[in-house]
């Protein structure tokens, strides 16, 4: 296999073996008080009354890479010597934004998650 369609298969498979990470994550905190999240991850970015008896807490997560360019040159041999060819990728800033959603119910005097949302694949 080509080192060209090498790379896209090894992203595919990390990124099927990296899905439900968060997710998992997130389900241990069912049952829990909201607060155990809060301690964990600091305070939510909104918290959304959602009704009588249930809100949803979200934290948002922003991501930013730095991807580099490239070049390439590519010599040809011509009747009058050698002529070379440079070809360039510019390079990257690629900002990614994940939000984290929580629905809890209060009971006992403290509200206790009681479902989540699941985050995007990009950020599972």
């Given at each position: 296999?080509?080192?060209a369609r090498t790379l896209p298969v090894l992203l595919a498979t990390a990124a099927l073996a990296l899905t439900g990470c968060a997710s998992a994550v997130m389900?241990?905190?069912i049952g829990r008080p909201v607060e155990s999240?809060?301690?964990?991850y600091g305070p939510p970015t909104s918290v959304l009354d959602l009704g009588p008896g249930q809100r949803a807490y979200q934290w948002q997560k922003i991501s930013t890479n730095v991807v580099s360019g490239s070049s390439t040159s590519e010599v040809r041999r011509t009747r009058h010597?050698?002529?070379?060819?440079?070809?360039?990728?510019p390079g990257y800033v690629?900002?990614?934004?994940?939000?984290?959603?929580?629905?809890?119910r209060?009971?006992?005097g403290q509200w206790l998650i009681?479902?989540?949302r699941k985050p995007?694949?990009?950020c599972e």
């Open positions: 296999m080509s080192s389900k241990n905190y999240v809060m301690i964990d010597g050698a002529d070379v060819q440079t070809t360039e990728t690629e900002r990614q934004e994940c939000f984290y959603t929580f629905y809890a209060p009971a006992g009681t479902n989540f995007s694949l990009e």
